[in-house]
């Protein structure tokens, strides 16, 4: 199965870094899901839930009020000036 190569950052901090089956971002036109093998992709993000989900169905959710996300070859890179966590919890999808 592939997997996405994430890297959520801050300005002063790392705040997600590994592998992911699956992540969601609140992009200023709507909800974007990136799965494996999507088309390389620039996105603004707006404000909302950013929810990373692991290859065991993890979810790790995090507060973000704008940013930008970069999709290129399954590596997706996260940039915001800060992040709150909001809970973690279990997704079967």
Not at 18 to 23: E, F, L, N, T, Y
Not at 24 to 44: E, F, K, N, R, Y
Request: charged residues 15%; hydrophobic residues 45%.
């Amino acid at each position: 199965m592939s997997a996405l190569d994430v890297t959520f950052v801050t300005a002063d901090r790392t705040v997600w870094s590994g592998q992911a089956a699956q992540v969601v971002v609140p992009a200023v036109d709507g909800s974007m899901g990136i799965l494996p093998q999507m088309q390389p992709t620039l996105a603004i993000l707006g404000t909302g839930t950013v929810r990373i989900i692991d290859q065991d169905g993890h979810v790790d959710q995090l507060a973000v009020d704008g940013g930008f996300v970069s999709v290129d070859s399954d590596v997706v890179t996260i940039g915001v000036d800060d992040a709150t966590s909001i809970e973690a919890q279990d997704s079967r999808f």
